[in-house]
């Protein structure tokens, strides 16, 4: 089975000299010296000086709107991983949805001012796929009614607009290095924090608030990295330049091979240096698309409806907040991502993109 993604190994012998690393010093988690590295390897390879590592992604959001102390109601995108919304629930906040733009899929930011109320702490929005949201228009908003911006940086691991960093933006972007994403490490996160003050916070509230010998400082949770964690990540970022080097060549592959068919593709903007985290299309109806992915599955590819559903309709959300969000309803309904991932071969691509063509017939 071809799926639509496969967890990027490092070659077993670097992996073990990093382990043999934790072997010598003893120690498997609490801050070692493989995440001490890992963090400053990554604070330069993301020009962010204020990057803390957390055990996970879905972790990073509940820290980030944690650690800004928001409450009340916070707008957020309904076309995203169902952890950006329950993150908000879990730290007893309300979602507002805005539906998306049609051209990156991110939040649109021209409906954002209509749904601010005097509830409202804070906007959540994902760069969806790595394409990166309208920072400039969400900061502006932002600044003018006083609110903090978060950003699910999820799939915008080295994405860069206009030659600077997408994880700049917001006053927090929470990363997740979850096996299936670009970089990882199996599990794990971090933040990235526009403000010193706010790392510090958040370096000590994902350590149960808790410093030195007995310094209990403010409630705090576990959401610590490993280790063993930590030496998967060090294995992985010196490739990362080489992988998305092979996931570009495979999504300019797929460009031309599907050239014509009528499926639409997210639109980047002028000034990105996109980091190749996903190959969406886009069909022109929900039966169209239902059709191509039965086709796939018959052929043994198992691509993914991501996403689906759009978040403003999950069933356990109280009837208010599932506000009607048209454009995302409708992307959900007809969207699929085909398989990326280092080692996918140039014959299967092909044999993917014949049945796309086959089942658009
Ligand atoms: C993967 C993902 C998350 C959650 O990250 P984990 O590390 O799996 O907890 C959150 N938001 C988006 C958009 C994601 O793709």
């Given at each position: 089975?071809?799926?639509?993604?496969?967890?990027?190994?490092?070659?077993?012998?670097?992996?073990?000299?990093?382990?043999?690393?934790?072997?010598?010093?003893?120690?498997?988690?609490?801050?070692?010296?493989?995440?001490?590295?890992?963090?400053?390897?990554?604070?330069?390879?993301?020009?962010?000086?204020?990057?803390?590592?957390?055990?996970?992604?879905?972790?990073?959001?509940?820290?980030?709107?944690?650690?800004?102390?928001?409450?009340?109601?916070?707008?957020?995108?309904?076309?995203?991983?169902?952890?950006?919304?329950?993150?908000?629930?879990?730290?007893?906040?309300?979602?507002?949805?805005?539906?998306?733009?049609?051209?990156?899929?991110?939040?649109?930011?021209?409906?954002?001012?209509?749904?601010?109320?005097?509830?409202?702490?804070?906007?959540?929005?994902?760069?969806?796929?790595?394409?990166?949201?309208d920072v400039v228009n969400i900061e502006q908003i932002?600044?003018?009614?006083?609110?903090?911006?978060?950003?699910?940086?999820?799939?915008?691991?080295?994405?860069?607009?206009?030659?600077?960093?997408?994880?700049?933006?917001?006053?927090?972007?929470?990363?997740?290095?979850?096996?299936?994403?670009?970089?990882?490490?199996?599990?794990?996160?971090?933040?990235?924090?526009?403000?010193?003050?706010?790392?510090?916070?958040?370096?000590?509230?994902?350590?149960?608030?808790?410093?030195?010998?007995?310094?209990?400082?403010?409630?705090?949770?576990?959401?610590?990295?490993?280790?063993?964690?930590?030496?998967?990540?060090?294995?992985?970022?010196?490739?990362?330049?080489?992988?998305?080097?092979?996931?570009?060549?495979?999504?300019?592959?797929?460009?031309?091979?599907?050239?014509?068919?009528?499926?639409?593709?997210?639109?980047?903007?002028?000034?990105?240096e996109y980091n190749y985290a996903y190959y969406p299309?886009?069909?022109?109806?929900?039966?169209?698309?239902?059709?191509?992915?039965?086709?796939?599955?018959?052929?043994?590819?198992?691509?993914?409806?991501?996403?689906?559903?759009?978040?403003?309709?999950?069933?356990?959300?109280?009837?208010?907040?599932?506000?009607?969000?048209?454009?995302?309803?409708?992307?959900?309904?007809?969207?699929?991502?085909?398989?990326?991932?280092?080692?996918?071969?140039?014959?299967?691509?092909?044999?993917?993109?014949?049945?796309?063509?086959?089942?658009?017939?």
């Open positions: 089975m071809i799926q639509v993604t496969k967890a990027y190994l490092p070659p077993l012998s670097q992996y073990e000299s990093q382990l043999e690393r934790i072997w010598q010093s003893g120690q498997i988690t609490n801050n070692g010296p493989l995440t001490k590295e890992l963090t400053e390897s990554l604070r330069a390879y993301l020009e962010a000086s204020n990057l803390e590592l957390v055990a996970n992604g879905t972790l990073a959001l509940q820290l980030a709107i944690k650690a800004l102390g928001l409450n009340g109601e916070i707008i957020t995108t309904p076309f995203s991983y169902v952890a950006t919304v329950t993150s908000i629930l879990w730290e007893n906040c309300e979602p507002v949805f805005v539906d998306i733009e049609d051209k990156t899929f991110c939040i649109d930011t021209g409906r954002i001012e209509a749904a601010i109320s005097g509830r409202t702490s804070a906007i959540l929005a994902t760069h969806v796929y790595g394409y990166p949201c932002a600044r003018k009614h006083g609110l903090k911006v978060i950003y699910d940086a999820a799939h915008a691991f080295g994405v860069r607009l206009n030659g600077q960093p997408i994880l700049r933006h917001g006053d927090v972007s929470a990363l997740s290095f979850h096996a299936t994403k670009l970089f990882h490490t199996t599990e794990g996160g971090a933040l990235v924090c526009r403000d010193k003050q706010v790392a510090k916070r958040i370096y000590l509230m994902r350590k149960f608030g808790h410093i030195g010998e007995d310094d209990y400082l403010e409630v705090g949770v576990n959401a610590n990295m490993s280790e063993i964690h930590a030496a998967m990540g060090l294995c992985i970022l010196p490739r990362v330049n080489e992988i998305v080097s092979y996931r570009r060549a495979l999504s300019e592959h797929y460009d031309s091979s599907l050239k014509g068919l009528g499926l639409i593709r997210p639109q980047a903007d002028k000034g990105l299309v886009v069909f022109p109806s929900h039966g169209n698309m239902m059709r191509v992915r039965q086709a796939l599955l018959d052929n043994g590819v198992g691509p993914r409806r991501y996403f689906y559903p759009s978040l403003n309709r999950l069933p356990y959300l109280r009837p208010e907040i599932q506000r009607p969000c048209p454009v995302s309803e409708s992307i959900t309904s007809r969207v699929l991502c085909l398989p990326l991932y280092f080692g996918l071969k140039q014959n299967e691509l092909e044999m993917i993109c014949k049945v796309v063509a086959e089942g658009m017939k």
